[in-house]
């Protein structure tokens, strides 16, 4: 079945809908108001050069430089400019730091707002209707169904993104990291980790 | 504007599905609509305020049932029509054309 699956998905007709984005799409470029060499390269800085990797940089810097972590929770657009990211949909930048005592969550209710310089473009969850609703209105149930589970003492702070303002999660280091360099520290931060979703583990067998 | 957009603090939608191993985009339509908006947005007729506020005019009923990217769709063809660099119905035509035409 797979087989044959694969074999019917490049000849079967398209949906309405890709019909729809096809029409207009050939509607534009007769038109010259955009260029099909542009298109393919926006898509393609999105499915392989903006993504969350650029977000665990700064991270895994602000980890082991106390003078870039300062610089990164007082001015985070310039702090994350110096690594070279930056642009659309992050030219306002804050860094929330996570500590034994906070723990801060990313959600944006209204729509998608989200920093897309450092983490891409986001997943459908983040998107959806469920997290959005919810984020705000019981985040220890949010993180609870994303399998953490945090101290009662432990403060959560929700931030809501707005289309100018995006905000990225410092996350707490892991104790077992101790020793590990940027580049190691840097794999081990996770996307979820920088929306304020998960906590940063070492997995067993990573490279000290 | 208080619409159905508003969602922070609603009850009822249920759990959050998450996806493991989710792909940049799910269909290739998905990325030629976000690569086609950010294009032409590149022509300065709008701005991200105006962009915004056009996904939040899109019917209720619709809005909860279209997905993200079918939204980001309907939004651009509204704005390329309010900023008259397409008119109304030639989608329609196009559509109509590339039926007839297909293979």
């Known amino acids: 079945m797979s087989e044959h699956g694969h074999h019917h998905r490049h000849n079967a007709p398209l949906s309405d809908t890709a019909l729809r984005v096809k029409a207009l799409e050939s509607l534009l470029i007769e038109k010259a108001l955009v260029d099909p060499a542009a298109l393919d390269a926006i898509v393609e800085s999105y499915e392989s050069k903006i993504g969350p990797r650029n977000g665990a940089r700064v991270v895994a810097k602000a980890w082991t430089d106390p003078a870039y972590r300062s610089r990164l929770l007082t001015d985070a657009t310039a702090a994350i400019a110096e690594l070279g990211y930056g642009g659309l949909q992050g030219e306002d930048m804050v860094v929330v730091e996570n500590t034994p005592s906070i723990h801060n969550l990313v959600v944006c209710t209204l729509c998608s707002c989200y920093p897309l310089p450092v983490l891409g473009l986001p997943p459908v969850w983040y998107k959806s209707a469920p997290y959005r609703a919810r984020a705000v209105r019981d985040p220890r149930g949010v993180l609870r169904e994303f399998g953490l589970e945090l101290a009662e003492d432990v403060e959560v702070r929700v931030w809501d993104s707005t289309a100018e303002l995006r905000y990225l999660v410092l996350p707490e280091r892991p104790a077992e990291s101790a020793g590990m360099d940027e580049e190691a520290l840097a794999t081990l931060v996770s996307r979820d980790a920088m929306i304020g979703v998960a906590r940063v583990t070492v997995p067993a067998g990573a490279k000290r | ?103």
């Open chain 2, 1 to 103: 504007m208080n619409g159905i957009h508003d969602m922070g603090g609603m009850d009822g939608f249920g759990p959050i599905e998450r996806e493991a191993d989710e792909p940049v985009f799910h269909e290739a339509w998905e990325g030629r609509v976000l690569a086609l908006t950010r294009a032409c947005g590149a022509w300065g007729k709008w701005n991200i305020d105006k962009s915004r506020f056009g996904i939040e005019q899109m019917p209720p009923e619709d809005y909860l049932r279209r997905s993200y990217y079918e939204k980001w769709l309907w939004r651009l063809e509204k704005l390329l029509v309010e900023a008259d660099m397409i008119a109304g119905d030639e989608i329609e035509r196009r559509v109509a054309e590339l039926k007839q035409g297909a293979p």
